[in-house]
């Protein structure tokens, strides 16, 4: 598995480097992207310097971390997405009689990926922590990489559903595309600012607070704001993330096993 | 140049409208068959209405607010934006790129019709289905927030300016997918032009809010003719004095953009038909 893993990277690689003139309009398309959203959180905190007791370098972290979690997910396991395509046009039928197991190999479907994303996110993770003024210690550096994969994985959760639906709906762009949207838009915030419905509903039914908000509370040791959940939440990521795959993987089975039950 | 297209060019039909009222009403029926699409449109809007004056609220509550847009019509001009966004970010031309991608419009111009015409009364007719949407979704969005209702005059500029600015929209749109005549990777493109007209068209954030800098960067380009200008107006920042000048400048970049695109589409549609369709 390991082997068929290094191969499909090396295929990516590959292939990006083939169309070079692409690779690159789709870097600028990246930087573009992140690009006016700080530019957006930086014109409204300039105006009004404080979103309930947050500066732009706090809301900067914020961004940074949301970021670099996405880019992860969107670097190793983006290609979970595609899963409703393969349904639609019949290629998955391929996956379920080859040795291995179908989930992996839906992962690791060769495409043209390449890590721009995940490089831009890098960066600007660095720059935002010494921006926003984190103290680098022992906890940071332990926490910081599992808290990320942590939101990776609460991405990925949330991507499997979405296609492991496709099972019964063809075509479930619509429903993507808007939960894309959200977790864009309300991950951008701190969750104060929103009523205490949504907020309770961004923290353990769609937990993505815990892609950025909870972590960023404790780096930027904003715990005591709200009587909320204690600051050490903020390091439970990992095991939420964990979690919630899990669950996404238990609808997955059940989704595919209808799936070829039925004989298609 | 195959036989049909010069037949076009020198036997020109009498022109009709009809065609073209059929084109849209058949795009507008097209859109209408995916209702689920429908049904998470309107609930995107809503969440975001939501979500932009609870932003709204948490920003102007612990800062020194603004005194040319309070509270009340800063959530106003959010809601209306949104509310405008169900019409201005259909990629109404569409069509015409995946044409170019599939070869299908070398058949189009060979039909007795005005093609460029038909790309707009296509679009329309999408966009006139999403139209139709804006009355549940307002509807809806008075259920989370209040918005200001402002007087006949303004109202009726509003509008008026609304339209120049789905113009100006229209053009842009056009020259963007007129550029697939050259190449076919547009996809990037589009999307980076898609967000920065969102960002300084005023759609999110209203350019007043802009450091002045920025608003000077704003003011120069285009996209603030799209969205700013009607809002602006909606929410009372631009008076009745200034009228004349807004929907003037608005007017002025249909003219320019338009030209833009009809130069754009008319060396792309000689290099299809040089190269034999």
């Known amino acids: ?264 | 140049m195959t036989a049909p297209a010069q037949a076009q060019l020198t036997r020109r039909p009498r022109f009709r409208l009809e065609p073209y009222i059929q084109f849209a009403q058949k795009a507008a029926a097209r859109e209408a068959t995916y209702r689920f699409d429908v049904f998470t449109t309107i609930a995107s809007v809503l969440v975001r209405v939501y979500l932009l004056r609870m932003v709204w609220i948490a920003l102007y509550a612990r800062n020194v607010t603004s005194e040319d847009l309070p509270l009340h019509a800063i959530i106003t001009y959010s809601t209306v934006a949104l509310l405008m966004g169900l019409v201005m970010d259909i990629d109404q031309t569409r069509t015409l790129h995946d044409k170019l991608h599939s070869g299908g419009i070398a058949t189009d111009f060979m039909k007795p019709i005005n093609v460029p015409l038909y790309f707009f009364s296509d679009g329309s007719g999408e966009v006139l289905f999403h139209a139709v949407l804006i009355v549940p979704s307002l509807l809806f969005s008075l259920l989370i927030v209040h918005i200001d209702v402002p007087g006949p005059l303004v109202l009726a500029t509003f509008f008026a300016s609304f339209f120049l600015g789905y113009l100006v929209g229209f053009c842009v749109n056009f020259i963007m997918n007129c550029i697939a005549f050259w190449t076919l990777e547009i996809h990037a493109a589009r999307l980076i032009v898609t967000w920065v007209s969102d960002l300084f068209g005023g759609e999110v954030i209203p350019l007043v809010i802009f450091p002045l800098f920025l608003q000077k960067v704003a003011f120069v380009l285009p996209f603030a003719a799209m969205f700013s200008t009607p809002l602006l107006i909606y929410v009372g920042v631009i008076k009745p004095e200034r009228y004349a000048q807004a929907l003037g400048s608005q007017a002025f970049w249909v003219i320019v953009l338009g030209l833009v695109a009809t130069l754009m589409w008319r060396a792309g549609a000689k290099r299809v038909v040089v190269q034999g369709g």
Request: glycine share 8%; no cysteine.
């Open chain 1, 1 to 264: 598995m390991v082997g068929v893993y290094k191969q499909y990277w090396r295929i990516n690689v590959l292939t990006t480097l083939e169309y070079r003139e692409n690779f690159l309009i789709w870097f600028a398309f990246t930087f573009v992207y992140h690009g006016t959203s700080v530019l957006a959180l930086w014109i409204v905190l300039n105006r009004f310097p404080s979103m309930n007791g947050w500066s732009f370098r706090d809301m900067a972290f914020l961004y940074g971390l949301w970021m670099l979690a996405h880019a992860v997910h969107n670097t190793f396991f983006s290609t979970v997405g595609d899963i409703p395509d393969h349904i639609r046009d019949g290629e998955f039928d391929r996956l379920l009689v080859r040795p291995l197991d179908t989930l992996f190999q839906a992962i690791a479907t060769p495409g043209q990926i390449f890590p721009d994303e995940l490089l831009l996110g890098l960066i600007t993770f660095g720059v935002v922590t010494w921006y926003a003024g984190v103290r680098v210690d022992a906890t940071f550096v332990l926490f910081v990489p599992l808290i990320v994969l942590g939101g990776a994985l609460i991405d990925l959760a949330f991507n499997l559903i979405i296609s492991t639906v496709a099972f019964w709906f063809v075509r479930v762009d619509a429903l993507r595309w808007i939960v894309v949207q959200l977790e864009q838009e309300f991950t951008r915030y701190p969750i104060t600012i929103y009523s205490r419905g949504v907020r309770t509903l961004l923290t353990f039914v769609v937990p993505f607070a815990f892609m950025n908000y909870f972590p960023a509370r404790f780096f930027l040791h904003k715990a005591h704001e709200g009587a909320m959940l204690p600051a050490y939440v903020g390091l439970l990521t990992p095991a939420i993330g964990i979690a919630f795959v899990a669950i996404a993987y238990a609808f997955w089975r059940v989704g595919l096993n209808r799936y070829s039950g039925v004989g298609n």
